[in-house]
């Protein structure tokens, strides 16, 4: 159980188009979303963080409107690349989150991930 | 940045032999987990370890945590070519929030 799924893998598209991205858990309800960015050999590094209803909660140095979050129902979270450029190729991860493990604890799980090439 | 430091940044050994990784990090932590990526691929849990454990197992992997020099090991032994990949730590504090290291590469030769 616990599995997470990504849509689209890959993706190219041409400079200055929006490019969605779905995160959906599948066989579990998430308590919250996560959304994380991987620049090539690179560490993960947390975009933000959004719960089901609400207003996602972006890390210092990311772009609200630029990078748009939905997070629609407890099982599907979007991530929305506004006027893509460039720079903004990278490796997309979402996880989501929900209480399990030995020890009852807030648990994530990741995505497979989805690659961006804009050019 | 919060973010945690790992070495070696790259690590290349012989199958069977053991690898160990090195993660250090920078605040107080709730727990520390470590994962494996497989290139171009999601994450994959490997093992959790709370901030009042010093040392867990998991088959042929080992992870001690020393939370007064805010630093962590994985060992895996007895390696295997399929055990190549990139292994990150990641620190939690009381918000579910995860903060990753920088990343091992192990590369693991037949």
């Known amino acids: 159980g616990a599995v997470v799924s990504q849509h689209p893998s890959w993706v190219i598209c041409k400079s200055g188009t929006s490019v969605k991205i779905e995160c959906r858990s599948l066989?579990?309800?998430?308590?919250?979303m996560f959304w994380y960015r991987q620049f090539p050999k690179q560490s993960l590094m947390l975009m933000a963080t959004?719960?089901?209803?609400?207003?996602?909660?972006?890390e210092q140095g990311v772009e609200k409107d630029k990078f748009l979050i939905n997070h629609a129902s407890l099982t599907l979270s979007t991530l929305t690349v506004t006027s893509a450029h460039p720079e903004d190729s990278s490796f997309y991860i979402c996880s989501a989150s929900r209480l399990a493990g030995p020890y009852g604890q807030e648990t994530q799980y990741f995505g497979p991930g989805t690659r961006l090439l804009v050019l | 940045s919060q973010q945690g430091e790992e070495d070696p940044q790259a690590l290349s050994i012989q199958e069977g032999e053991n690898a160990t990784m090195n993660c250090s990090y920078k605040t107080s932590i709730n727990n520390l987990q470590w994962y494996r990526q497989n290139s171009g691929r999601g994450l994959v849990h490997l093992i959790l370890i709370r901030s009042n454990e010093r040392e867990k197992h998991s088959g042929r992997l080992r992870v001690t945590l020393d939370t007064s020099k805010k630093s962590s090991s994985l060992l895996i032994t007895a390696s295997r070519a399929a055990d190549t990949a990139s292994y990150f730590c990641?620190?939690?504090?009381?918000?579910?929030?995860?903060?990753f290291g920088t990343g091992t590469r192990l590369q693991v030769t037949l």
């Open positions: 066989d579990f309800q998430a308590t919250t």
């Open positions: 959004s719960n089901e209803g609400s207003k996602a909660t972006y």
């Open positions: 990641a620190t939690s504090g009381t918000a579910s929030k995860l903060t």
